[in-house]
């Protein structure tokens, strides 16, 4: 079974600029999510989608991350315009079900703001 | 509140010995809980899960004991081996609204010395 797959696994960027992260989760997984993490932190929850639908984006600041999961498989993730703050590595994850389910995550995307 | 912390930041143990891990949680309704293993430049792993109606489950090498009564979950490792080298974070499963949420704790970090 494949995994997660994201891309690219690293970007480099300058505060201001726009940046975007794909994934596509594992084959048959209906719930996908997209998690920040900063150097030495645990995994922070940034959106949860169920299928194509949004099912938590309560910690997603909205003013310049925004989120897409079209067709329920494949999802980006976009910064705009990005903040060095961002610098942090984004993982998405999935699983076959929400709530009592194991995610399984991919390499991750580390990016960059200077 | 909701949060997920451990006791130790960093785990120093002998190639061979086992190895204990440490967690508390803070939300008592918490129903699933899940270990994980994040080797440098990598997504966090999938080890192993326990839900609230149980105290402990076994895996390969590692043992998962839930004390829901101080809300305290540990991972035990038994004859760790230098591949066992990583942050290890565990996190809870608990309600957020209409959803569930998995929360992640700051990680421990194992060292192997040989």
């Known amino acids: 079974e494949a995994g997660v797959a994201q891309s690219p696994r690293y970007k480099i960027i300058e505060k201001r600029q726009s940046v975007a992260f794909w994934c596509n989760p594992i084959?048959?997984?209906?719930?996908l999510y997209w998690y920040q993490q900063i150097l030495g932190q645990g995994p922070k929850l940034l959106i949860q989608f169920q299928n194509n639908g949004v099912v938590d984006d309560s910690q997603l600041p909205k003013d310049r991350f925004s989120a897409e999961r079209l067709k329920g498989v494949d999802s980006t993730l976009k910064i705009q315009p990005a903040k060095l703050e961002d610098s942090a590595v984004y993982l998405c994850a999935s699983s076959r079900g929400a709530g009592r389910s194991p995610q399984y995550f991919g390499p991750g995307t580390r990016l960059t703001v200077t | 509140g909701e949060s997920v912390g451990l006791h130790l930041p960093t785990l120093s143990v002998q190639e061979g010995d086992n190895s204990i891990i440490n967690c508390a949680y803070s939300?008592?309704?918490?129903?699933?809980f899940i270990w994980y293993k994040q080797e440098s430049g990598k997504g966090p792993q999938f080890i192993i899960d326990i839900r609230s109606n149980m105290d402990k489950r076994q895996g390969q090498r590692v043992t998962v004991l839930l004390n829901k009564t101080v809300k305290h979950l540990s991972l035990q490792i038994a004859a760790t081996q230098p591949g066992d080298s990583a942050v290890y974070f565990c996190?809870?499963?608990?309600?957020?609204?209409?959803?569930?949420?998995?929360?992640f704790g700051s990680g421990t970090r194992l060292s192997i010395r040989p």
């Open positions: 084959s048959g997984h209906a719930t």
């Open positions: 939300n008592s309704a918490s129903d699933y």
């Open positions: 996190a809870e499963n608990t309600r957020h609204s209409s959803a569930s949420k998995i929360i």
